[in-house]
């Protein structure tokens, strides 16, 4: 009987962290289909703000959960150039989290993709070492789209992190301020089996990017596979 118990026990977590991996690998795939269908928009991202970008934060399919906008949150990814000064092509993802009242208010009860470009390497290092509150912590900002680009150079040359959201097939840029973003190292565990941080993932490089994720990264290192930041 104690035998038949511990074999229950083990197939149990084993299943259970079976179901945790795809997940995650769920939500890398999702990431995936998202950057493809707004990067495929002619007035989305524009082409110079992703090329300057350090990191990229993708969360798909944000809800507005019914405690209230307190409680709202997303599950997402960051993959950010890899090389010393953000020089060389993109990292293997991390997971990562987006929390706050200031979600709530943008959802308005439907589901949200945000995408944030972090576009320099003070808001790259700020992102990836703590919980960090946007406005507060690292400068953030709706970022333009398409046409709009041309008139707001001072917006992104203040800017650490330039976010936009996607609804109901309408693109924007938005403001995330006072949501906080943080690395999300329980998913992190699960998708690639042990403890890591999303600085050790995408900035040290102790993983090597998981299938699931590749359709992504080949997507980036296509589409932005130069840092075009001024001396870089």
């Known amino acids: 009987m104690k035998r038949v118990l511990t074999i229950a026990a083990v197939l149990l977590i084993a299943s259970t962290s079976s179901f945790a991996g795809k997940k995650e690998?769920?939500?890398?795939?999702?990431?995936?289909?998202?950057?493809?269908?707004?990067?495929?928009?002619?007035?989305?991202?524009?082409?110079?703000?992703?090329?300057?970008?350090?990191?990229?934060?993708?969360?798909?399919?944000v809800k507005k959960l019914a405690i209230g906008i307190g409680g709202s949150y997303g599950r997402?990814?960051?993959?950010?150039?890899?090389?010393?000064?953000?020089?060389?092509?993109?990292?293997?993802?991390?997971?990562?989290?987006l929390e706050g009242a200031n979600i709530g208010l943008q959802l308005g009860g439907q589901a949200t993709d945000f995408?944030?470009?972090?576009?320099n390497d003070k808001g790259a290092n700020?992102?990836?070492?703590?919980?960090?509150?946007?406005?507060?912590?690292?400068?953030?900002?709706?970022?333009?789209?398409?046409?709009?680009?041309a008139a707001a150079t001072d917006i992104v040359m203040r800017a650490e992190i330039l976010s936009?959201?996607?609804?109901?097939?309408?693109?924007?840029?938005?403001?995330?301020e006072g949501s906080t973003l943080r690395s999300d190292n329980g998913a992190n565990k699960n998708l690639y089996g042990r403890e890591l941080s999303a600085k050790e993932i995408v900035r040290?490089?102790?993983?090597?990017?998981?299938?699931?994720?590749?359709?992504?990264?080949s997507l980036l290192n296509s589409k932005s596979p130069r840092n075009g930041s001024q001396g870089k």
């Open 126 to 149: 700020s992102v990836l070492s703590s919980k960090v509150k946007l406005g507060a912590d690292a400068a953030a900002a709706a970022g333009p789209k398409g046409r709009d680009s």
């Open 76 to 97: 997402g990814v960051i993959t950010c150039r890899t090389g010393k000064t953000f020089t060389g092509s993109w990292s293997a993802p991390a997971m990562f989290a």
């Open 115 to 119: 995408v944030l470009l972090v576009v």
């Open 164 to 176: 936009y959201s996607r609804s109901r097939g309408l693109f924007a840029g938005v403001s995330l």
């Open 25 to 61: 690998e769920s939500r890398l795939q999702e990431s995936a289909e998202v950057m493809k269908e707004i990067l495929g928009i002619p007035e989305g991202i524009p082409k110079e703000y992703l090329n300057k970008a350090e990191c990229l934060v993708i969360f798909p399919s």
């Open 204 to 217: 040290e490089g102790k993983v090597g990017t998981p299938g699931a994720a590749r359709e992504l990264i």
